[in-house]
């Protein structure tokens, strides 16, 4: 069966990464088509069913080049697709916290945009055998790469109910992680949790008030999926990168689709508006700051058309900034990445267990 995407954002995204007088505010792309680095070099860290990517290539030029990222195998032959007709594009299947290290090997130490459009795909949550929907009856799996890790039902058999808890209470930020951990873990005694509407029941059986409209397994799936694929701290890496990647002129945009993911780009652009994170933290008046490292050009939600038409849009927020020329200090980055505190993650209990 085939699963289609629908991209979000899309114009005020591509624009974000191309109109030399990009505006927040304005959502079309300007009249006179002028494009800031036609023949320069961007990067799509999520490249789904490559609706970004094929907007941004149709406004570049000959000279262009764009390296697609996706961890999703599936993702990855459409990329493949997309190269096979574009000499432009080249495809990376793995994480987009690598970004840095991808580009390298293909000879690009510098690029003109970056762009991410994260979490899940319309294809990753309609095929119930990726495990990612509460309504599908599926294997709770939840792996963006299918190719390798553990699923969540493996995760679940052996966590701890405290390392249950930790999960959901955190990446979740659900009320009820505790009695959730606790029932998993009951539940488990007899027998394990294999498919979605095994965990989506245990869960409503355990939360008893529901938000508006909300299935109340909804922040557990969240959680689950988030810890699964370590994708706070694939976001914290990437953004790092992006900062050291991007040539002055450069342009971020990243769509967020939670609280989590949106406070993590919201502080690293903000943490980027100081030269140096260590100057940061000395009393320096603002107006004796020394030039940014990023400027930010703005926040941009979806119209009301598109969260009507879309409802995977209602939730998702752009951020768009632009590197300034001011020399990169050698910690940039360095404070989000080392103060995100993350649960530990399967590989390291796996590991773990081999020592
Ligand atoms: C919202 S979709 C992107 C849709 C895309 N912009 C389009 O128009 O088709 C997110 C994609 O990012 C991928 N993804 C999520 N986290 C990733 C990561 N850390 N590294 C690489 N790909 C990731 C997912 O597998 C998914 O295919």
Redesign the pocket.
């Known amino acids: 069966m085939e699963f289609t995407?629908r991209?979000?954002l899309?114009e005020p995204t591509v624009n974000a990464l191309v109109d030399p007088g990009f505006d927040a505010k304005s959502r079309v792309f300007p009249q006179d088509g002028a494009v800031q680095r036609p023949d320069g070099v961007y990067v799509?860290?999520?490249?789904?069913?490559?609706?970004?990517?094929?907007l941004l290539l149709s406004r570049l030029g000959p000279g262009a080049r764009l390296v697609v990222?996706?961890?999703?195998p599936v993702?990855i032959q459409a990329a493949s697709q997309l190269q096979a007709q574009d000499a432009r594009v080249s495809v990376v299947h793995?994480?987009?916290?690598s970004m840095r290290e991808e580009l390298e090997a293909l000879g690009l130490t510098q690029v003109d945009g970056v762009?991410?459009?994260?979490?899940?795909?319309?294809?990753?949550i309609d095929d119930a055998e990726r495990g990612f929907s509460f309504m599908r009856e599926g294997p709770l799996d939840m792996r963006?790469?299918t190719s390798r890790g553990m699923t969540a039902a493996q995760w679940l058999a052996e966590a701890s109910v405290e390392e249950i808890k930790e999960v959901i209470a955190k990446y979740g930020e659900e009320r009820f992680a505790f009695q959730i951990a606790k029932a998993i873990a009951a539940r488990r005694e007899s027998r394990p949790l294999r498919t979605t509407l095994d965990l989506a029941e245990l869960v409503a059986s355990v939360v008893r008030t529901r938000e508006k409209g909300q299935h109340p397994a909804t922040r557990t799936f969240q959680a689950l999926r988030i810890h699964i694929?370590?994708?706070l701290e694939?976001?914290a890496r990437?953004l790092a990168a992006a900062l050291r990647l991007l040539a002055p002129g450069g342009r971020l945009a990243v769509?967020s689709?939670h609280s989590l993911e949106d406070r993590m780009v919201k502080q690293c652009i903000a943490a980027a508006r100081r030269r140096s994170e260590a100057q940061a933290r000395l009393p320096i008046p603002e107006k004796d700051m020394p030039q940014p490292i990023l400027m930010p050009l703005g926040k941009v939600l979806p119209t009301a058309e598109e969260a009507a038409a879309n409802p995977?849009a209602r939730s998702a927020v752009l951020r768009v900034a632009s590197r300034s020329d001011a020399p990169l200090p050698a910690d940039a980055g360095a404070s989000f990445v080392n103060e995100i505190r993350l649960v530990p993650q399967p590989a390291s209990r796996a590991a773990r267990r081999k020592n």
């Open positions: 995407h991209p979000v899309l799509d860290g999520t490249f789904g069913r490559g609706g970004h990517s094929r990222f996706d961890k999703d993702a793995g994480g987009f916290a762009m991410l459009d994260l979490g899940m795909s319309s294809p990753q963006m790469d694929n370590q994708e694939e976001l990437a769509i689709f995977r």
